[in-house]
């Protein structure tokens, strides 16, 4: 009998969860179309409600914003967008922090996150798979030692995390790409791959590049 329940929720849970997300999702983006004039909205016109028409309206107006940023007026008209939000209070540093994460996830430029490393977390006998970002100036006069920010994500939101200095000495550098890392982060570490190839510990005595 156990062995029979197991295996109905094997079936069952990975289904049960997959269909609630893609509700969740439908659902979400449905609401897109209350900015629509009502006379527009295809629940009037059609006479019946059809789930899911919200992410086709989604899906033009991201496709539409792309066209647009990648002629000359678009992305001049989006340099002057950038600068009015950044000379807001508060909303700027936001706007900002979001954009270099989001710059880092969504394209195959983004800078923000320099290395992946391991680093001791959430106690001092495990490792948890972090990011290498930049150290402000007045927090690099502070220490006696060499420190290096790392941006610890949350799985399976890599968006999430911690943000914490460490000693170069007690991380390890891996030869991994941060694709591959998001990847397993994303994934739980069921993604990963033999692209992960070989780390370097770095020691006290060992030098910086």
């Not at 062995?3 to 094997?10: A, C, N, R």
């Not at 340099?79 to 900002?96: D, N, R, Y």
């Amino acid at each position: 009998m156990k062995k029979y329940l197991i295996t109905g929720l094997l079936v069952w849970v990975p289904l049960g969860i997959t269909l609630w997300v893609l509700n969740l999702t439908i659902a979400t983006m449905d609401r897109t179309l209350l900015l629509l004039p009502e006379y527009w909205h295809p629940d009037r016109v059609l006479g019946i409600h059809i789930p899911g028409l919200g992410i086709i309206l989604t899906f033009a107006v991201v496709l539409l914003t792309g066209l647009l940023m990648r002629n000359v007026f678009g992305q001049r008209l989006w340099v002057q967008w950038e600068k009015a939000m950044l000379h807001v209070p508060f909303v700027g540093s936001i706007f900002k922090g979001v954009k270099q994460v989001s710059d880092t996830l969504l394209s195959g430029n983004g800078k923000s996150f320099r290395k992946v490393l391991l680093v001791r977390y959430p106690h001092p006998e495990a490792w948890s798979l972090a990011f290498q970002t930049s150290v402000p100036g007045e927090v690099i006069d502070m220490f006696d030692e060499e420190y290096v920010a790392v941006f610890i994500p949350t799985t399976p939101s890599p968006v999430n995390g911690f943000y914490f200095f460490v000693r170069r000495a007690d991380i390890i550098e891996l030869d991994m790409t941060v694709d591959v890392a998001l990847r397993s982060i994303v994934s739980m570490g069921v993604a990963a791959s033999s692209e992960t190839g070989k780390h370097r510990a770095y020691t006290p005595n060992s030098q910086s590049n």
